[in-house]
């Protein structure tokens, strides 16, 4: 049984038929959102951050939003494997006092636990040698611009639920991008608009990173907007992952200036949902929309249909586990580390694709 899936774009497909998924040829590596699912990949960043990519240095864009902003800040730690296996261990460990907790707890239990990730480690992870790490947040516009409650934000949200199936362009009349990014990186491919969406970049600091991370992973009517991120422009924020859930971003434009250049993007599934509130729409998908292309040098690395159903109820940790295991807290953190455990089967599938390519295993995306 495969534990890993293999999608590439034509690009990444060629380069690596040719050559190989050499760590020097990785550009830029993005991270989705997606809370729990993230946890299973544990091992995986632990190897291509800790052991695979230090052998090529070079600068490279993580890039992520919510629970993938957080792993790419791990991977910019001073020692990697170890900030991965404790944003492992802070992450499961959330707990709360009731089964429906309040707003306000649930933002002070993740203010919490990223205080204790960071806490020591912002300059490294904001002046790290290759890694150039750009976080994604949201920004009201409109009625999300100030909600004065969170009746007003209720409103709003659902009025971008309307706006967003009519259309994914004009859900940026309600929300815009921010991108708090490393200044050393000049990331044209990024900055120059490809979108409907208004984007503002600001720098990346010590000063507010800690900020900036929980904006980016702020679920709106879950926890209280994030306000007053140093730099930034001021404003409402919250999750990364309402305009870029799985990040489909113009990939392809790296090629005008790295012909060669690969996105790695160890991924859920082999699908790219835009936004948030695209899920349930399968003709948004970023490989059947007009901007397929933007994919043309991306490789999908994705667990296998067969090995989630090896996994705590044939899936992988999401939401839902805080309702399936309620106050028993105890059995929620030991099916999450038993998921994250089984990671180590991606990681070791990788490490082997890596050391004997295999162009069999490609498929395109």
Same mark, same amino acid.
């Given at each position: ?10 690009r990444?497909?060629a380069?690596?038929r ?10 830029v ?28 240095? !070079?600068?490279r ?11 790419m800040a791990?991977?910019?730690? !001073?020692?990697?494997?170890?900030? $991965? ?16 907790p309040?707003?306000q ?13 960071v806490?020591g ?7 790290h ?23 007003a ?16 362009? !004009? ?51 879950i ?18 992952g309402i ?18 250049a ?6 859920f ?5 835009p ?74 599938? $990788? ?15």
């Open positions: 049984m495969s534990a890993l899936h293999f999608h590439a774009g034509p990444a497909l380069q690596i040719a050559h190989g998924l050499r760590a020097s040829d990785v550009a590596i993005p991270a989705a959102a997606g809370g729990p699912k993230g946890l299973i990949f544990r091992a995986l960043d632990q190897f291509v951050f800790g052991d695979w990519l230090p052998g090529a240095p !070079r600068e864009i993580l890039i992520g939003s919510s629970i993938g902003a957080w792993r791990a991977a910019c730690q !001073r020692d990697p494997v170890r900030a $991965f296996a404790r944003l492992g261990e802070l992450y499961a460990g959330q707990r709360y006092t009731n089964t429906k309040s707003p707890q649930i933002d002070e239990v993740v203010r919490g636990f990223l205080h204790e990730f806490r480690h912002e300059d490294d992870i904001v002046a040698p290759q890694h150039r790490l750009h976080l994604l947040a949201v920004r009201g516009k409109g009625a999300l611009s100030a909600p004065a409650h969170r009746r934000e209720m409103r709003g949200f659902a009025a971008a639920a309307l706006t967003n199936f009519a259309s994914r362009a !004009r859900l940026a009349g309600l929300l815009e991008r921010v991108v708090i990014a490393d200044c050393r990186a000049p990331a044209n491919w990024l900055r120059d608009q490809f979108d409907a969406f208004t984007t503002h970049f600001a720098p990346l600091t010590g000063n507010n990173l800690a900020s900036s991370l929980l904006a980016s992973g702020t679920l709106p009517l926890m209280p907007p994030v306000r007053g991120i140093p730099g930034a422009p001021d404003g409402h924020y919250w999750d990364g305009i870029d859930y799985h990040l489909a971003l113009p990939y392809a434009r790296l090629e005008q200036n790295e012909p060669g690969v996105v790695l993007y160890p991924h599934n082999e699908h790219i949902v936004g948030w509130l695209d899920k349930a729409m399968p003709w948004r998908r970023a490989a059947r929309g007009p901007n397929r292309a933007w994919l043309d040098n991306v490789l999908i690395v994705s667990p296998s249909p067969a090995f989630l159903k090896t996994l705590p109820n044939g899936k992988l940790p999401d939401r839902s586990d805080f309702n399936r295991y309620g106050l028993d807290h105890d059995a929620r953190v030991r099916a999450w580390t038993t998921a994250m455990r089984e990671g180590q089967r991606l990681r070791d599938e $990788f490490a082997d694709f890596v050391a004997n390519p295999d162009p069999s295993r490609l498929r395109a995306i």
